[in-house]
């Protein structure tokens, strides 16, 4: 049969985090599109909270998640925990095992594509004879800075202050490293027992190749710098920017557009700091008294983290009319589109970025310390689409005055005006669909070889 003729049928089995499940879902529907038969495994409360609208070939697989002490009931995913509860949800995640097994014993899987928790997965599959591949869903560099797969295995876990200096086997100009408050309170997060070193150093050795959510236009020397570290094929999926737009009848979105109509292009500033990033109550005055000081009109999505609780009393009253607080979920991808939205103030997600510069718009960059956030922060001041916001290296805090500054930097100010120049013009990578669709086809050339 000709590769082109030829289906597979691939499992899919992303991390609990919804910054993990939404690319793989971006996967699994382009290859169920492509008349692949796609089993996407996640828990049974993540599934319920995906989109309907999916192709008929792909089929969401429910396993329970077992229950461990220490994670609270009803917790399936980190959206719905404080980061110091996330490694009870690794240890639950590890407890799949046997039912992953069961599953792939009896289910006639070609392939199946993982995330960096399953480190016992590769052994798994490679018993019952099934390819594996596995899906890191962060930029090329950020893998690139941890280094090799023996390192990260057999190494000793690195301290917080370790990952705060460039690596030695970076051999690219780059500046790009961790602040030590973001390495605090990443280690929060982490296994004890199995730290996220050796998980994501054994997801890497055990998988036939290696994906990465980047595309060589972007990052050309960190892809390569990946082939030499793994001595594995490693295969760019591309950005995957996001493809399903929510519905014009929203009635808070309709709203919403209805005052970004009335501003001047590129006039407002969006402020998404997305769902799972943690600011105390101390940063929040300063957070908020940096939004208020930049004298700039603004969209701030305020989620759980922080609630609308947290925000300075009689701050909504002062910038009425400059400033539209939008409480929960919000489309994000719309309100980007949006003509007067001119800079993101950003935690430095990848695929808040990827969305903000799929529509040319500069960054703020305000890092949430989580995962590999503060790596994201130097890069996009690097290639110069943002400013970071100056913050202590020790504890993370920063001032209203120097928020404000750099919020006007970015938006403003003449010295910004290179940056804005260099984000309007990454659309031509960041929203090029057409181009990112291309390396989703290498991906399933690569799995038909």
């Known amino acids: 049969m000709d590769n082109k003729e030829k289906k597979l049928h691939v499992a899919i089995f992303p991390w609990l985090a919804f910054g993990h499940i939404l690319p793989y879902l971006e996967v699994a529907t382009f290859l169920a599109e492509k008349g ?25 697989v429910e396993l329970p998640l077992p229950r461990v002490d220490g994670l609270p009931d009803l917790a399936e995913s980190t959206a719905e925990l404080p980061i110091k509860k996330v490694p009870y949800l690794k240890k639950a995640y590890d407890m799949l095992e046997p039912a992953i097994t069961e599953f792939l014993q009896r289910s006639g899987v070609d392939w199946i594509i993982h995330d960096f928790a399953a480190h016992w997965l590769p052994r798994v599959v490679s018993q019952i004879g099934i390819n594996s591949a596995f899906f890191n869903i962060t930029s090329a560099t950020s ?18 202050e370790d990952l705060t200096v460039v690596p030695k086997w970076i051999d690219y100009p780059s500046k790009v490293r961790f602040k030590l408050y973001e390495m605090l309170q990443n280690h929060e997060g982490m296994d004890p027992g199995v730290s996220d070193f050796q ?11 290696v994906a990465v959510r980047s595309c060589p236009e972007f990052e050309v020397d960190p892809l390569r710098l990946l082939e030499k570290l793994y001595g594995k094929p490693v295969v760019p999926v591309g950005l995957l920017p996001p493809r399903r737009k929510r519905s014009s009848e929203d009635e808070r979105w309709v709203e919403l557009k209805r005052w970004l109509d009335d501003k001047k292009e590129k006039s407002v500033f969006y402020v998404g700091l997305g769902t799972e990033v943690n600011i105390s109550p101390e940063m929040i005055v300063e957070l908020a008294g940096g939004i208020e000081k930049s004298g700039l009109p603004f969209v701030w999505v305020v989620g759980q983290r922080p609630g609308p609780e947290n925000i300075p009393p009689g701050f909504e009253s002062r910038v009425a009319g400059r400033g ?26 990848w695929s808040s970025a990827i969305e903000s510069l799929g529509q040319g718009r500069p960054l703020i960059l305000f890092s949430g310390a989580n995962s590999d956030q503060g790596l994201m922060g130097r890069l ?70």
């Open 324 to 349: 539209y607080m939008w409480m929960g979920w919000a489309p994000q991808a719309e309100i980007l589109a949006h003509p007067a939205i001119g800079g993101i103030l950003s935690h430095c997600g």
């Open 36 to 60: 692949h038969r796609v089993s996407f495994i996640s828990t049974p409360k993540n599934l319920r909270k995906l989109p309907t609208d999916l192709p008929p070939s792909l089929t969401l």
């Open 199 to 209: 998980r994501i150093g054994e997801s890497i050795r055990g998988s036939k190749f």
């Open 143 to 160: 893998p690139a800075f941890l280094g090799p797969p023996s390192l990260l295995i057999e190494g000793p876990v690195p301290r917080p």
């Open 380 to 449: 996009f001041e690097e290639r110069g689409v943002g400013f970071e916001v100056p913050r202590d290296e020790a504890d993370g805090s920063f001032t209203s005055d120097s928020l404000a500054q750099t919020i006007r930097r970015v938006m403003v100010e003449p010295e910004g005006e290179q940056v804005r120049a260099n984000a309007w013009a990454m659309r031509e990578i960041f929203g090029n669909y057409e181009l990112q669709n291309k390396y989703l086809e290498k991906l399933a050339q690569v799995m038909l070889a």
